[in-house]
């Protein structure tokens, strides 16, 4: 093969992969934890959304109703979890901005370190988050709060309680019940 064929094969096959790459990087199909795009969603027959892998996540309409998971994650995640991650996911002195960790963190690992907890240990600090595993106010509403913080982690919602929201489903209400303990 002539080396000036040889050249433009090369050239070609890298600017094809650099193609591919910004198309990937600035399309929104895929995030860093893997989860696929947020905004591809389905609704399960409880009224939640979910994304092409089955991972929680948010919705908001045209007119701007979110859905209820959304809003339920952010009343409960400034009920139990911003004492510690400061409001609005932002993070504080002894906790990090979980918004910010979701772009890197999984469902699964997400609900792994709610339910377990985890220690980080490091020569100039040690990092305690305690389990969560036996707390109903939290892990009946766990997929509610991962929502919100995926709204705010992707940027779709801003440091504002969503205005207008969905109606709770009849689903919901009976699975929160269930998981509650109310007879």
Request: hydrophobic share 30%.
């Amino acid at each position: 093969m002539p080396q000036s064929l040889c050249r433009r094969s090369i050239s070609t096959i890298a600017c094809l992969a650099a193609s591919v790459l910004s198309l990937t990087i600035w399309s929104g199909i895929a995030t860093a934890d893997g989860s696929g795009d947020p905004k591809s969603v389905s609704r399960d027959e409880n009224g939640k959304y979910v994304d092409a892998q089955g991972n929680p996540t948010f919705h908001v309409s045209d007119d701007g109703t979110w859905d209820w998971y959304t809003y339920s994650g952010y009343r409960r995640y400034h009920s139990d979890c911003h004492v510690c991650h400061g409001p609005d996911g932002e993070g504080s002195s002894y906790a990090p901005a979980l918004k910010d960790s979701l772009q890197k963190l999984s469902y699964s690992d997400f609900a792994s370190t709610v339910a377990g907890g985890r220690v980080n240990v490091t020569s100039s600090q040690n990092n305690v988050m305690p389990s969560f595993g036996n707390n109903p106010n939290v892990m009946c509403y766990l997929d509610d709060i991962y929502v919100y913080l995926r709204a705010r982690s992707d940027g779709a919602l801003g440091r504002v309680r969503p205005e207008k929201k969905e109606d709770k489903t009849k689903a919901y209400a009976k699975a929160e019940d269930s998981c509650m303990g109310a007879k």
